[in-house]
């Protein structure tokens, strides 16, 4: 009996220690949370409040940062510009600079440097009508430079899929020389709509560098009733020597791009990134940070184009946890490839890195007798080091005399961490990481329409780890 009691108060008192230790410890429900809110000029502006749970940090980064400051509207200046410097306010002064590394404990009022605050630029009209006056007044070459577009409702409407008379959507842009404009989205995701076409123009022979930034809560939609050319265009076929970038990041979006003629969509996609026939393009950039691009589709049967990405004569690169899955047509998720008759830029490739994935990647090639293929400028996939992400499938084709026996000569899976052709035999020699995330898909010969039985290449063909070329079984 007294063993039996012994053990009974044991465990009453663990009971009670159980109890001491985690009491003080919130649910998820129950967890306490205070007030942070942003100011841009003293007292007169708020831009937004931000509940931060007590003990964690404030999600920033450059771009949230300036949705939670700035508000609804328009503004001159770039994200790196608003968030150098933010400090405590107290009623007095503001003189401690606030880390945002550091967890929160109380309520806090935090006011931007008066050297780091963008100005409010005044653009009438609400929704669509607020996007294409804001679009206009930035593209206006006298006004070049950085702007901050911070979207608290949808621009445009689409009440029916179809229904033209209740659509409205917003205008189509060509960037000016000079433009960096960031679009961020406050309240929820915010989708842009458009009529599905050259929606974004990046012009590659701009006089001055063009970026353009989707941020978080931004959503790109196409019209699906529309069909042709590509809705974002980085480069629009025309090379120069100044940056030409487009960048998606966490929480942005593409999608509802349609081309829905068989004959009509050579180079096209939901987003294009081309350069000059006579140019490298390497200063035209797709750099997707972050975000998805998805449900787009394309019913050209040339093969030379993507669904959800074309690349020729530009770069690509995925990194974090961006996903282009979910596209529909015969050139996959991402095309990468030249024409026949063009010549090819150097080191013509898909880079990816960290856990990015992709659908279905489709390799083309032109061996002509104008501009021989050589491994050079062979199109292929450039990994990095420590990715965890995956290729669902990977097709091969080629065009005029080239061939499926190409694949078996150049490399087509590559090391990112040597670069530069004349470091080739680096680059191959660490890849057998990498094979397994990457499933071989079909074959193509896009003139003729002629598509392999599929999963021919799994089935007849391996990668070699040694070059990153393709090998019977």
């Not at 029916?160 to 404009?181: A, C, H, M, P, Q």
């Amino acid at each position: 009996m007294n063993i039996l009691k012994k053990r009974i108060a044991a465990l009453i008192v663990f009971f009670l220690i159980f109890v001491f230790l985690f009491a003080g410890c919130d649910s998820e429900g129950d967890a306490e949370y205070y007030s942070v809110d942003f100011y841009l000029s003293g007292s007169q502006f708020r831009g937004s409040t931000v509940e931060v749970r007590k003990g964690y940090t404030i999600p920033m980064t450059n771009e949230t940062i300036a949705a939670y400051a700035c508000g609804r509207g328009l503004y001159k200046g770039t994200t790196q510009d608003i968030s150098s410097f933010w400090r405590i306010f107290d009623g007095v002064k503001n003189d401690i600079i606030w880390d945002f590394g550091q967890p929160v404990t109380r309520d806090l009022i935090l006011m931007a440097d008066l050297g780091n605050q963008p100005e409010k630029i005044i653009i009438a009209g609400r929704g669509k009508d607020f996007y294409d006056n804001a679009m206009s007044y930035i593209n206006d070459p006298k006004n070049a430079g950085g702007y901050i577009m911070v979207l608290g409702e949808d621009a445009g409407v689409r009440e029916n899929e179809g229904d033209g008379i209740k659509n409205r959507e917003v205008n189509s842009v060509t960037f000016s020389s000079g433009v960096d404009l960031t679009i961020i989205g406050i309240g929820g995701e915010r989708t842009i709509y458009t009529k599905g076409n050259g929606v974004f123009v990046l012009p590659g022979n701009a006089e001055a560098p063009i970026k353009l930034t989707l941020g978080n809560n931004i959503t790109v939609r196409g019209n699906l009733t529309r069909s042709g050319d590509g809705m974002i265009k980085v480069g629009n076929a025309l090379g120069g020597d100044m940056e030409i970038l487009f960048t998606m990041l966490d929480g942005s979006k593409v999608t509802g791009y349609t081309n829905s003629f068989p004959s009509n969509g050579a180079g096209n996609a939901a987003i294009v990134v081309e350069g000059y026939a006579d140019k490298r393009g390497n200063k035209i950039t797709f750099h997707m940070k972050g975000g998805i691009v998805t449900g787009n589709e394309n019913a050209w049967t040339g093969g030379t184009s993507g669904s959800g990405v074309t690349v020729r004569r530009g770069n690509i690169l995925l990194e974090g946890n961006a996903v282009i899955t979910g596209n529909t047509g015969f050139g996959g998720d991402i095309a990468c490839g030249m024409n026949a008759g063009w010549p090819l830029p150097e080191d013509l490739f898909i880079e990816i890195k960290d856990n990015a994935t992709i659908g279905e990647v489709f390799l083309f090639t032109n061996r002509g007798e104008s501009y021989p293929m050589t491994n050079s400028n062979a199109p292929h996939i450039k990994i990095h080091g420590g990715w965890t992400g995956q290729i669902n499938k990977l097709n091969l084709g080629w065009t005029r005399d080239s061939s499926r026996e190409h694949y078996m000569s150049y490399s087509i899976l590559r090391n990112a961490s040597a670069s530069g052709i004349g470091n080739l035999a680096a680059q191959v020699g660490s890849i057998a990481a990498f094979i397994p995330k990457i499933t071989l898909g079909d074959f193509f010969q896009w003139e003729t329409g002629y598509r392999s039985e599929p999963n021919e290449i799994f089935d007849n063909y391996i990668i070699r780890a040694d070059w990153g070329r393709l090998q019977a079984k």
